[in-house]
Structure formats: structure tokens, C-alpha cells
């Protein structure tokens, strides 16, 4: 640790990913002093997030809903389709937002742009911004001291943990986690195609995992399609001519012919979970608290909600790294967590076995999906999150 008197800041964020720039965005807007540490990255790879209602609005309070809708696409129809060659194969679940009320789920928008879109605000604002990363974190009773490249030393009395699945804020703060890898790989691509998606992304259920179109602006879709590791390396191999080829296939050509427009890009999948969601002065947002598998576009949504969730518990507080605090934003975080962390992992893994109690089970609740309205609304409006928005509306 450097010998350097260090700058004393309210609250700093390590991390500066989508989940990271959006918690600098929330935060610094309170009145607290806020410095934000780490590189921006905006790789092109294929990969975009559906932003949920709730998450649109809460990134719409922060001043770059505009920006966003230039480069997004709404999602007003989302499609599942059992794949698996199930005897209990059920016949396609459609959830159509006008059914609860709104227009659209969502928007799906490129990783890149939703980063970049985020950093030019963060640009804008008097928000202290650091490329460099933080090498050193040492907890104490009245503010956490970081040391590391680029910087001078900082002793912020709360310190945000958006630094990713092997989150070094994390393991400062003693934080057990629980990590598992599925044997699945996730590939990434954008499409463009000859029909209209018609604002309807479509989610096929194979023995490998979901196979997922995600509509984006014009005659374009995202695809994340999870598979076997070795077959997803014999893939990627494939020149573009040829993997947009099998992917028209794999997708049944609902969306008529195919072409790759873009970078493409390989994910391994697994899961992580943790005991708590802050200790020691210490917060943890984003995948230093939560990975899932790309099922249900649970993943970035839930950090946003972790974002929001931290806004309410630091709301008017003198010192935001205070017990009481890192208790409300803990309580606020472990049932939503946890509830989503088990749901999509049970769905993953009856998708991976050929079990017949497992099939039978995933077969009944797409069935009943299809024919219950009350309870196929409540699903839609728990995988919404809309109290993020509610909370950015406050």
C-alpha cells in the first residue's frame, strides 16, 4: 500500500462495466462524492442485453433513455419453443406484454452500445473516472483504503464492488461464494434476416440448453445459443456463410434466410452465488454477486436492480458504508437473488437431462403456462423486476 495521505472520497466503485457505470450514474446524482476505477470495455462479440421495463426506466432516470432507444429494439412478444424431443413436448408459450399492461417487455440493445452510451454520460457528469485498476483493498473501521495503478490512494467509506465473477472487492471482504460451471457453451452472433421479427424474440429449448433469437433495429437479431463445448468449438470454427447457415436451420428459418453481420463470440457458462451482499464497508453488484446462464435475460437486469436496490439503501445517509446501510441493501437483495438464482438453474438442468420426472415436470409448467393466463401474467411481471423502476421513479 502506498505511504501517500490518501484522497478521501464518500463512495468508490471498482469496476466500470455496464453494472459499474450505471451505479456511478445513480450514485454520484445522491450527493455523495463518487469515484469510479477500471477500464471501459466495449468489445463488439455478438452479445446484447434485453433490458427489461423496469431496468429501462431506472436507466432512463439517470439521463440516457434517448440515447438508448436510438440504438435498441422494443420486445413486445417473447416466444418459448420445447426443442428437446420431449415425449411431454408441449406446443409453443407466447407471452405477449399487451397481456400486463405495456407495450413492450423491454429493449434489446448490443452490449458495446449499451457501455459506450453509459461511459459518454459518465463523461458528462462531475464524476470522478479512473482507468486504473485496483490492486490493493484494505477494510478498516471507518472507510476501506484502495491502492493500484493510475491513481493515487483513495479511503472512501463505501466501496462498490462491480469488479466481475472473480471480484477482487469481494475477497475483501470476506464473502464466501459458491461457484459451478455447466457444460455448456454459449455462442454469440447478430443476424441479419429476411423476414420481420416483428418485435418478437423466440427462445428454443434444446437438449443443450436455449437456442435464443432477440429481435434488434431493422431486419436484425441477437442470437445466444448454449451447446455441448465441443460442438460449439466445431461451430465457431465455421466461416460465416456456413455458421448462419446452421443456425437458420437450428431456429427452424422462422426468420427466413441468414447472415452473420458482425463479430461472433464464445461464452462458457456457469453459475456463482453468495452468502451475503455486503460486509465490511463493502457492496457487491452486478457478477461479483450473481452469474447466470443467459435463460430469461436475468443476468445484467438483476445488476441494475442491485444498483437501484443500493440507491435506496444509501438514500440520505451521512455515511453510506454505515452497518445499517450494508444491512438494507443486503435484506433488500438475498430473496430476489436467490428466488431467481434457483429458477434458472432448476430450468438449465432439466434441460440437460433426459430424465423422464425431469421432462414431465418442465413439460406440466409449459402446459400450464400456455393455458392459465393469471398465473402466465404473474410470471411475466416477476421476470420484469419492475421494482427497480419504481424505486428510480421514488
Not at 491513481?151 to 461464494?177: H, M, T, W, Y
Not at 450494508?326 to 437483495?333: F, H, L, N, Q, V
Request: glycine share 12%; with cysteine.
Amino acid at each position: 500500500m502506498s505511504t501517500a495521505t490518501p484522497r478521501r472520497v464518500d463512495i468508490a466503485i471498482v469496476g466500470a462495466g455496464a453494472v459499474g457505470l450505471a451505479a456511478g450514474l445513480a450514485l454520484s446524482g445522491r450527493g455523495h462524492s463518487v469515484a469510479l476505477l477500471g477500464p471501459v470495455a466495449t468489445p463488439r462479440d455478438g452479445r446484447t442485453v434485453a433490458l427489461f421495463d423496469g431496468s429501462w426506466r431506472f436507466l432512463s432516470s439517470l439521463g440516457i433513455g434517448e440515447a438508448l432507444q436510438a440504438k435498441a429494439a422494443p420486445l413486445a412478444v417473447m416466444r418459448m419453443v420445447d426443442d428437446s424431443g420431449s415425449l411431454f413436448r408441449q406446443p409453443p408459450v407466447e407471452f405477449r406484454a399487451s397481456e400486463i399492461g405495456l407495450d413492450t417487455f423491454g429493449w434489446n440493445i448490443e452490449n458495446a452500445d449499451l457501455t459506450t452510451i453509459l461511459a459518454e454520460e459518465a463523461g458528462r457528469r462531475d464524476l470522478e473516472t479512473s482507468p486504473g485498476l485496483a490492486r490493493e483493498i484494505r477494510p478498516g473501521a471507518d472507510g476501506v483504503l484502495l491502492s493500484g495503478e493510475g491513481f493515487d490512494p483513495i479511503e472512501a467509506r463505501l466501496v462498490v464492488g462491480a469488479d466481475g465473477r472473480n471480484s477482487p472487492v469481494r475477497k475483501a471482504a470476506g464473502i464466501e461464494s459458491r461457484d459451478w460451471r455447466y457444460p455448456q457453451t454459449a455462442l454469440t452472433a447478430i443476424l441479419a434476416h429476411g423476414r420481420d421479427h416483428k418485435e418478437t424474440s423466440t427462445e428454443f429449448h434444446t437438449r443443450t440448453g436455449p437456442c435464443t433469437l432477440v429481435p434488434l433495429p431493422g431486419r436484425r437479431s441477437s442470437l445466444v445459443w448454449l451447446l455441448d463445448p465441443q460442438e460449439a468449438a466445431m461451430l465457431a470454427a465455421l466461416d460465416d456463410e456456413a455458421f448462419a447457415r446452421r443456425v437458420e436451420r437450428q431456429v427452424q428459418s422462422i426468420l427466413g434466410p441468414m447472415s452473420v453481420v458482425g463479430a461472433r463470440g464464445q461464452v462458457p457458462m456457469g453459475g456463482l452465488s453468495i452468502d451475503r451482499f455486503a460486509a465490511e464497508r463493502m457492496a457487491l453488484i452486478g457478477e461479483a454477486a450473481h452469474v447466470f446462464p443467459p435463460i430469461g435475460a436475468q443476468g445484467l437486469n438483476l445488476g441494475l436492480r442491485d444498483v437501484a436496490a443500493l440507491q435506496e439503501a444509501v438514500r440520505g445517509a451521512a455515511d453510506p458504508g454505515s452497518e445499517r446501510a450494508m444491512a438494507a441493501y443486503d435484506a433488500a437483495r438475498r430473496s430476489d437473488v436467490r428466488l431467481r438464482t434457483g429458477a434458472i438453474d432448476m430450468l438449465n438442468r432439466t434441460l440437460l437431462t433426459d430424465l423422464l420426472p425431469a421432462d414431465l415436470l418442465r413439460g406440466a409448467g409449459l402446459l400450464a403456462l400456455s393455458r392459465i393466463g393469471p398465473l402466465r401474467r404473474f410470471v411475466m411481471r416477476q421476470g420484469l423486476g419492475n421494482d427497480a423502476g419504481r424505486r428510480a421513479a421514488s
